[in-house]
């Protein structure tokens, strides 16, 4: 039996912060308690971690990741994007459908679950597509291996666009599941990229960027789609977040009442517009970074309960993909590695507590998903856990990134909260910079409703 001892740790878990420890054995929490280790553990036949009064808390679990696997590897894989991962203190994560060839059939997704299985330091699952013509297939997947479907409802990286009204209305109206939207008009994007590039050509400034993508455009989709969830009493999902004008339609009761829910990526409570004129397209992402209104209501809209949970729509793309204006460069960037030490940093800012980062980044979502025994500091539940010591400034390089696009937009930041380590499945996969390639992530399960 493997059994490891981390002691001397700040635990923060279900609200409450506490000097404690924590033993695992093989690849389960057995035992919490407060204050120091008892004697015969710390001289007992076990493996002792020293935290050294760091914080230890449950590992995140990000519910959006594009990792590029298969079909766009010469950007990122399961394998470089999992090391990311895990040296940010995520352990799990849900990756969407828009590779090639698309997650879109049955196959498609066994396929990347023997990938992962194969490859993954993280825990993994993956979202099945929806097009205008696989209800069938919808309807026919196994939804305790699945998160949900990822529906577009605007075209981004990949194409993936529904926008037949039939498909829709089967798709809220039948599929057992929860259904998780890219949420921007498509009709709307296309007349703001016309009118800008009758203004300028083909060469549209990364600064029109939020006009193209614009307000309007987030909303006027949101609004139809949880219309649509209401008339069918679907469970809604909707991703990356990104206006004040959205709050509008989101309700702040039980997690497990609602019936709409939302996700704020970091990078939108992070940037703002203003960014664009000295990050670039770095920080071009879709649906755009918008003003410091907007990222200041979705702070809020955290705080209060409106936005349930944090991501990071990990999306790498090689830096000469970024090259361009609004139009010509991609949209996305890698985020993965970062995501945790940048919502401890606005923690220490006062924007958030660090009690609320570990309930926005592991506990919500494994309720939001009904994810099986995951996302806490638990007897009994697995020992997905991450050591990260306060009070420890670095600045970020693109060297720095494991992620195989090798760049972040942080370049240059300065961080204050370092990831020294991180369990996955009872096993530390990362340490002070040294990944153990040995132990693979499992498969999450998710409970569903009879």
Same mark, same amino acid.
């Given at each position: 039996m493997n059994r490891i001892l981390i002691h001397n740790a700040l635990i923060v878990n279900e609200g409450i912060r506490y000097r404690g420890y924590v033993v695992v054995e093989d690849e389960r929490i057995s035992e919490i308690g407060r204050g120091d280790a008892p004697a015969q553990l710390l001289n007992g036949d076990i493996e002792i971690c020293d935290a050294e009064g760091d914080y230890l808390l449950p590992g995140g679990i990000d519910d959006q990741v594009h990792f590029r696997d298969p079909g766009l590897t010469h950007k990122a894989d399961m394998a470089t994007e999992s090391r990311a991962a895990v040296a940010g203190g995520i352990t799990s994560f849900m990756d969407m459908p828009n590779t090639i060839p698309q997650t879109v059939t049955l196959e498609a997704l066994e396929a990347k679950h023997q990938r992962a299985a194969e490859v993954s330091l993280a825990n993994y #699952?993956?979202? *099945?597509?929806?097009?205008?013509d696989n209800i069938d297939t919808l309807l026919a997947c196994d939804?305790?291996?699945?998160?949900?479907?990822? %529906?577009?409802?605007?075209?981004?990286?990949?194409?993936?666009?529904?926008?037949?009204? $039939?498909?829709?209305?089967? *798709?809220?109206?039948?599929?057992?599941? +929860?259904?998780?939207?890219?949420? @921007?008009?498509?009709?709307?994007?296309?007349?703001?990229? $016309?009118?800008?590039?009758?203004?300028?050509? $083909? /060469?549209?400034?990364? !600064?029109?960027?939020?006009?193209?993508?614009?307000? !309007?455009?987030?909303?006027?989709?949101?609004?139809?789609?949880?219309?649509?969830?209401? &008339?069918?009493?679907?469970?809604?999902?909707?991703?990356?977040?990104?206006?004040?004008?959205?709050? &509008?339609?989101?309700?702040?009761?039980?997690? !497990?009442?609602? &019936?709409?829910?939302?996700?704020?990526?970091?990078?939108?409570?992070?940037w703002t517009a203003d960014d664009h004129?000295?990050?670039?397209?770095?920080?071009?992402?879709?649906?755009?970074? &918008?003003?410091?209104?907007?990222?200041?209501?979705?702070?809020?809209? +955290?705080?209060?309960? +409106?936005? /349930?949970?944090?991501?990071?729509?990990?999306?790498?793309?090689?830096? #000469? @993909?970024? @090259?361009?204006?609004?139009?010509?460069?991609?949209?996305?960037?890698? %985020?993965?590695?970062?995501?945790?030490?940048?919502?401890?940093?606005?923690? /220490?800012?006062?924007?958030?507590?660090? @009690?609320?980062?570990?309930d926005f980044m592991a506990h919500r979502v494994a309720r939001l998903f009904r994810i099986e025994e995951r996302g806490y500091i638990r007897e009994g539940y697995y020992a997905d856990l991450t050591i990260v010591k306060p009070n420890t400034p670095y600045v970020v390089k693109d060297e720095d990134v494991l992620s195989r696009c090798a760049w972040t937009p942080l370049v240059g930041t300065t961080l204050n909260n370092k990831v020294v380590a991180t369990f996955v499945n009872g096993v530390k996969v990362y340490h002070n910079g040294v990944i153990d390639e040995t132990h693979k992530g499992k498969a999450l399960k998710y409970k569903v409703e009879k």
């Open positions: #699952s993956f979202y *099945i597509g929806a097009t205008n939804y305790t291996k699945v998160p949900g479907v990822k %529906l577009f409802l605007g075209a981004s990286t990949g194409n993936m666009l529904v926008d037949n009204n $039939e498909a829709l209305n089967r *798709i809220f109206g039948e599929v057992p599941a +929860l259904i998780a939207i890219h949420s @921007e008009d498509e009709d709307i994007i296309r007349r703001n990229k $016309e009118e800008m590039m009758a203004k300028y050509g $083909e /060469d549209v400034p990364v !600064e029109e960027h939020p006009n193209i993508r614009s307000v !309007e455009a987030c909303y006027k989709s949101t609004e139809k789609a949880v219309a649509m969830a209401k &008339k069918h009493n679907a469970r809604l999902h909707v991703l990356h977040i990104s206006t004040a004008e959205e709050m &509008k339609l989101l309700t702040n009761e039980c997690l !497990e009442d609602k &019936k709409v829910t939302a996700e704020v990526c970091a990078h939108h409570l992070w004129a000295t990050l670039g397209t770095r920080i071009k992402w879709n649906p755009a970074i &918008k003003s410091a209104a907007d990222r200041q209501a979705l702070r809020d809209g +955290l705080n209060n309960g +409106l936005i /349930d949970i944090v991501a990071t729509d990990h999306a790498p793309h090689l830096l #000469s @993909e970024k @090259e361009g204006g609004a139009i010509k460069a991609t949209s996305g960037a890698p %985020l993965v590695q970062y995501s945790l030490p940048m919502m401890l940093e606005l923690a /220490d800012q006062g924007v958030f507590t660090i @009690e609320q980062v570990v």
